[in-house]
Protein backbone atom coordinates (compact mmCIF):
# COMPACT_ATOMS: atom_id res chain seq x y z
CA UNK A 1 0.00 0.00 0.00
CA UNK A 2 1.02 3.64 -0.85
CA UNK A 3 2.36 5.28 2.34
CA UNK A 4 3.88 9.01 3.16
CA UNK A 5 6.04 9.64 6.17
CA UNK A 6 7.01 12.92 7.67
CA UNK A 7 10.16 12.04 10.56
CA UNK A 8 9.56 15.29 11.89
CA UNK A 9 6.31 16.51 13.78
CA UNK A 10 7.66 20.03 14.45
CA UNK A 11 10.72 22.09 13.36
CA UNK A 12 12.08 25.55 14.34
CA UNK A 13 14.35 27.64 12.68
CA UNK A 14 15.61 31.20 12.72
CA UNK A 15 14.19 33.67 10.18
CA UNK A 16 16.62 33.99 7.58
CA UNK A 17 18.26 30.43 8.08
CA UNK A 18 17.89 27.28 5.19
CA UNK A 19 15.12 24.94 5.62
CA UNK A 20 14.33 21.22 4.88
CA UNK A 21 11.63 19.02 5.35
CA UNK A 22 12.08 15.67 5.19
CA UNK A 23 9.47 13.55 3.36
CA UNK A 24 9.52 9.89 2.44
CA UNK A 25 7.16 7.98 0.25
CA UNK A 26 6.41 3.84 -0.47
CA UNK A 27 5.15 3.37 -3.78
CA UNK A 28 5.10 0.55 -6.06
CA UNK A 29 5.53 3.02 -9.52
CA UNK A 30 6.18 5.64 -10.13
CA UNK A 31 5.04 8.43 -7.99
CA UNK A 32 3.49 11.78 -8.25
CA UNK A 33 4.40 13.44 -5.42
CA UNK A 34 2.76 17.26 -3.95
CA UNK A 35 4.10 19.37 -0.66
CA UNK A 36 0.97 21.38 0.58
CA UNK A 37 1.30 24.38 2.92
CA UNK A 38 -1.67 24.65 5.90
CA UNK A 39 -1.28 28.57 7.29
CA UNK A 40 -2.89 28.91 10.67
CA UNK A 41 -6.47 28.48 9.76
CA UNK A 42 -6.32 28.39 6.51
CA UNK A 43 -6.88 25.21 4.06
CA UNK A 44 -4.52 23.63 2.15
CA UNK A 45 -2.27 25.46 -0.76
CA UNK A 46 -0.22 23.88 -3.16
CA UNK A 47 3.38 24.56 -3.16
CA UNK A 48 4.68 22.43 -5.79
CA UNK A 49 4.33 19.45 -7.61
CA UNK A 50 6.67 16.34 -9.50
CA UNK A 51 5.41 14.49 -12.24
CA UNK A 52 8.21 13.28 -14.29
CA UNK A 53 11.16 15.10 -15.97
CA UNK A 54 13.89 17.56 -13.78
CA UNK A 55 14.01 16.29 -10.25
CA UNK A 56 14.23 19.69 -8.69
CA UNK A 57 11.06 21.14 -8.93
CA UNK A 58 10.14 25.09 -8.04
CA UNK A 59 7.65 26.41 -6.55
CA UNK A 60 5.43 29.21 -5.13
CA UNK A 61 7.04 31.23 -1.79
CA UNK A 62 10.55 30.30 -2.66
CA UNK A 63 10.06 26.13 -2.02
CA UNK A 64 11.70 24.10 -4.24
CA UNK A 65 12.08 20.38 -3.61
CA UNK A 66 14.33 17.07 -5.03
CA UNK A 67 13.09 14.01 -5.80
CA UNK A 68 15.11 11.07 -5.05
CA UNK A 69 14.29 8.01 -6.56
CA UNK A 70 17.06 6.05 -5.06
CA UNK A 71 16.07 7.21 -1.08
CA UNK A 72 12.18 7.20 -1.73
CA UNK A 73 12.25 10.90 -0.74
CA UNK A 74 10.89 14.09 -1.56
CA UNK A 75 12.63 16.93 0.46
CA UNK A 76 11.14 20.38 0.45
CA UNK A 77 13.45 23.37 0.60
CA UNK A 78 13.92 26.73 0.85
CA UNK A 79 17.28 28.36 1.50
CA UNK A 80 16.21 31.63 3.84
CA UNK A 81 13.00 31.11 5.67
CA UNK A 82 10.73 34.14 6.24
CA UNK A 83 8.22 34.34 9.68
CA UNK A 84 5.52 34.39 7.41
CA UNK A 85 6.65 30.22 6.72
CA UNK A 86 5.66 29.67 9.84
CA UNK A 87 3.02 26.78 9.23
CA UNK A 88 2.17 23.41 9.08
CA UNK A 89 3.71 21.58 5.64
CA UNK A 90 2.07 18.23 4.30
CA UNK A 91 3.78 15.96 1.48
CA UNK A 92 1.50 14.03 -0.78
CA UNK A 93 1.45 10.87 -2.67
CA UNK A 94 -0.20 10.40 -6.12
CA UNK A 95 -1.49 6.69 -5.97
CA UNK A 96 -2.21 6.45 -9.69
CA UNK A 97 -3.35 2.75 -9.53
CA UNK A 98 -6.25 4.21 -7.25
CA UNK A 99 -6.44 7.73 -8.19
CA UNK A 100 -6.05 8.44 -4.14
CA UNK A 101 -4.14 10.99 -2.86
CA UNK A 102 -2.04 9.92 0.25
CA UNK A 103 -0.94 12.71 3.04
CA UNK A 104 1.28 12.86 5.18
CA UNK A 105 1.15 13.54 9.04
CA UNK A 106 2.92 17.17 8.33
CA UNK A 107 5.74 18.82 10.01
CA UNK A 108 4.90 22.22 11.65
CA UNK A 109 7.21 24.69 10.93
CA UNK A 110 8.18 27.44 13.61
CA UNK A 111 10.29 30.53 12.50
CA UNK A 112 11.43 32.75 15.33
CA UNK A 113 12.93 36.62 14.42
CA UNK B 1 -14.94 35.82 -3.43
CA UNK B 2 -12.26 32.96 -2.95
CA UNK B 3 -11.86 29.66 -4.45
CA UNK B 4 -13.52 27.38 -1.85
CA UNK B 5 -16.29 28.39 0.61
CA UNK B 6 -16.80 26.69 3.66
CA UNK B 7 -19.45 27.74 6.12
CA UNK B 8 -19.74 28.08 9.22
CA UNK B 9 -16.17 27.94 10.17
CA UNK B 10 -16.49 26.97 13.73
CA UNK B 11 -19.68 24.68 14.87
CA UNK B 12 -20.18 23.16 18.25
CA UNK B 13 -23.01 20.40 18.94
CA UNK B 14 -24.13 17.96 21.41
CA UNK B 15 -24.06 14.37 20.26
CA UNK B 16 -27.99 14.91 19.41
CA UNK B 17 -28.31 17.80 17.44
CA UNK B 18 -28.04 17.28 13.43
CA UNK B 19 -26.20 20.45 11.89
CA UNK B 20 -24.76 20.37 8.43
CA UNK B 21 -21.54 21.99 7.05
CA UNK B 22 -21.72 23.35 3.52
CA UNK B 23 -19.02 24.10 0.98
CA UNK B 24 -19.13 26.48 -2.25
CA UNK B 25 -16.45 26.17 -4.82
CA UNK B 26 -16.68 29.13 -7.50
CA UNK B 27 -13.72 27.60 -9.55
CA UNK B 28 -16.35 25.36 -11.91
CA UNK B 29 -14.65 22.25 -11.13
CA UNK B 30 -16.33 19.14 -11.87
CA UNK B 31 -15.07 17.41 -8.21
CA UNK B 32 -15.62 18.00 -5.22
CA UNK B 33 -14.46 16.23 -2.00
CA UNK B 34 -14.97 15.87 1.95
CA UNK B 35 -11.72 15.10 4.17
CA UNK B 36 -11.51 14.75 8.11
CA UNK B 37 -8.69 16.04 9.72
CA UNK B 38 -7.28 15.64 13.07
CA UNK B 39 -3.99 16.18 15.00
CA UNK B 40 -1.49 13.78 14.72
CA UNK B 41 -3.37 12.02 11.59
CA UNK B 42 -3.20 11.94 7.98
CA UNK B 43 -5.98 13.80 6.12
CA UNK B 44 -8.40 11.01 5.85
CA UNK B 45 -10.47 11.08 2.20
CA UNK B 46 -14.21 11.01 3.35
CA UNK B 47 -16.49 11.57 0.40
CA UNK B 48 -15.84 12.26 -3.46
CA UNK B 49 -18.31 13.65 -5.73
CA UNK B 50 -17.72 13.80 -9.08
CA UNK B 51 -20.42 15.58 -11.39
CA UNK B 52 -23.21 15.86 -8.32
CA UNK B 53 -22.63 11.66 -8.21
CA UNK B 54 -20.76 10.32 -5.07
CA UNK B 55 -18.05 8.09 -6.55
CA UNK B 56 -16.09 7.63 -3.36
CA UNK B 57 -17.28 6.65 0.12
CA UNK B 58 -14.48 5.28 2.36
CA UNK B 59 -16.34 3.51 5.18
CA UNK B 60 -17.52 6.73 6.64
CA UNK B 61 -20.16 5.96 9.72
CA UNK B 62 -23.89 6.79 8.28
CA UNK B 63 -23.87 9.23 10.58
CA UNK B 64 -22.18 11.80 8.13
CA UNK B 65 -24.34 12.55 5.35
CA UNK B 66 -23.12 13.82 2.06
CA UNK B 67 -25.41 15.74 -0.22
CA UNK B 68 -24.39 17.55 -3.88
CA UNK B 69 -27.11 19.36 -4.94
CA UNK B 70 -25.03 20.75 -7.81
CA UNK B 71 -21.40 20.50 -9.15
CA UNK B 72 -20.68 24.43 -7.02
CA UNK B 73 -21.98 23.32 -3.96
CA UNK B 74 -21.59 19.86 -0.90
CA UNK B 75 -23.02 19.65 2.25
CA UNK B 76 -22.26 17.61 4.89
CA UNK B 77 -25.19 16.64 6.91
CA UNK B 78 -23.98 15.49 10.85
CA UNK B 79 -26.66 13.89 13.51
CA UNK B 80 -25.73 11.70 16.61
CA UNK B 81 -21.95 12.86 16.77
CA UNK B 82 -19.21 11.08 19.26
CA UNK B 83 -16.71 12.99 20.65
CA UNK B 84 -14.23 11.49 18.40
CA UNK B 85 -15.67 13.51 15.41
CA UNK B 86 -14.30 16.71 16.86
CA UNK B 87 -11.65 17.58 13.88
CA UNK B 88 -11.54 20.12 10.84
CA UNK B 89 -13.62 18.94 8.07
CA UNK B 90 -11.81 20.47 4.84
CA UNK B 91 -13.69 20.40 1.48
CA UNK B 92 -12.12 20.96 -1.63
CA UNK B 93 -12.20 20.42 -5.34
CA UNK B 94 -11.03 19.23 -8.62
CA UNK B 95 -11.14 20.14 -12.26
CA UNK B 96 -12.21 16.43 -12.58
CA UNK B 97 -12.23 13.30 -10.66
CA UNK B 98 -10.13 10.88 -12.30
CA UNK B 99 -7.25 12.86 -11.82
CA UNK B 100 -6.88 12.93 -8.05
CA UNK B 101 -3.35 11.90 -8.11
CA UNK B 102 -2.47 14.02 -10.69
CA UNK B 103 -4.31 17.01 -10.10
CA UNK B 104 -4.22 20.16 -7.98
CA UNK B 105 -6.83 20.06 -5.24
CA UNK B 106 -7.77 23.43 -4.01
CA UNK B 107 -8.99 23.28 -0.06
CA UNK B 108 -11.48 25.58 1.78
CA UNK B 109 -10.58 26.83 5.03
CA UNK B 110 -12.16 24.56 7.02
CA UNK B 111 -14.64 23.94 9.81
CA UNK B 112 -13.55 23.16 12.85
CA UNK B 113 -16.35 21.15 14.72
CA UNK B 114 -16.50 20.24 18.41
CA UNK B 115 -18.97 17.49 19.83
CA UNK B 116 -19.74 17.61 23.28
Redesign the interface.
Known amino acids: AQS ?1 TQPD ?1 HITVSEGASLELRCNYSYGATP ?1 LFWYVQSP ?6 LL ?1 Y ?1 SGDTLVQGIKGFEAEFKRSQSSFNLRKPSVHWSDAAEY ?1 CAV ?3 D ?9 TRLQVFP | ETG ?1 T ?1 TPRHLVMGMTNKKSLKCEQHLGHNAMYWYKQSA ?4 E ?1 MFVYSLEERVENNSVPSRFSPECPNSSHLFLHLHTLQPEDSALY ?1 C ?1 SSQD ?6 G ?2 F ?4 SRLTVL
Open positions: VIYGQGLQLKFFGAITDKLIFGTG | VQKKPLLLAFGRVATELFGEG
